[in-house]
């Protein structure tokens, strides 16, 4: 066999693996919890910019992207602006005209300030407004026509509100492609964990997750990309368009 693609199987075989390993998961659990009470996934930054995400989905969106190639990236929930920035600079890597169209309710002045002044902001569209509201949906659903898109879900993160994101935005998504939603974590959680948000157990991304698949079977759970990754903030989010 090809040294190449000996590799790519043992790699496969081992993520397969990782599936059944209760003590290797067991581990992450325990990880996970203790670093969400922590706030470990705020200590990090792309290019500048906090990208408050796990460096393992940084990996897989990486990965997704290079992949994927995409023309277009919907991102909902813009925050302090890393995740643009950083979708930004993969596509400048990739070469041609691919661009990112963030979407938030209240862009802060100081992070639009920033995320305007940073290099990669030429790749970058910044829409100010409700990710739900249907005029900015039809906004975005202009910029799509003839493009290889790939949506991000990332701003509240309640069941209804991501389940109406869906509802809009993952038919843009080109076979193929993936709509990843984040945050499904809250669900595995202990309850009262964000007893400062209005999301909980039973009432966020995983359970809007799991309505939408039970009428949407062009989309499957990637359950590779969990398995590999083991630590995660979107257990059962990444989301593939297979037909």
Known sequence: MDKNLEFKEECRLRVANYGNDVLLKDSVKSFVNESIRAKYSYNF??????IIQYPQDIIAMQEIIWQVKPDLIIETGIAHGGSLIFYASMLELLGGDGHVVGID??????????????TMFKRITMIEGSSTDE??????????????????????????????????YAPLVSVGSYCVVFD???????????????????????????????????????????NKLLITVAPSGYLKRVK
């Open 45 to 50: 930054t792309w290019l500048g910019r906090p």
């Open 105 to 118: 309710i209240d862009i802060r002045k100081h992070n639009r300030a920033e995320i305007e002044k940073h």
């Open 135 to 168: 005029e900015i949906a039809e906004e975005v659903r202009r910029l799509v026509e003839g493009k290889k898109v790939l949506v991000c879900l990332d701003s509240n993160h309640t069941h209804e509100h991501v389940l109406r994101e869906l509802e809009l």
């Open 184 to 226: 499904t974590i809250i669900e595995d959680m202990p309850n009262g964990t964000y007893n400062d948000r209005p999301w909980d157990v039973g009432n966020n991304p995983k359970t809007a997750v799991w309505a939408y698949l039970k009428e949407h079977e062009e989309f499957v759970v990637d359950e590779d990309i969990e």
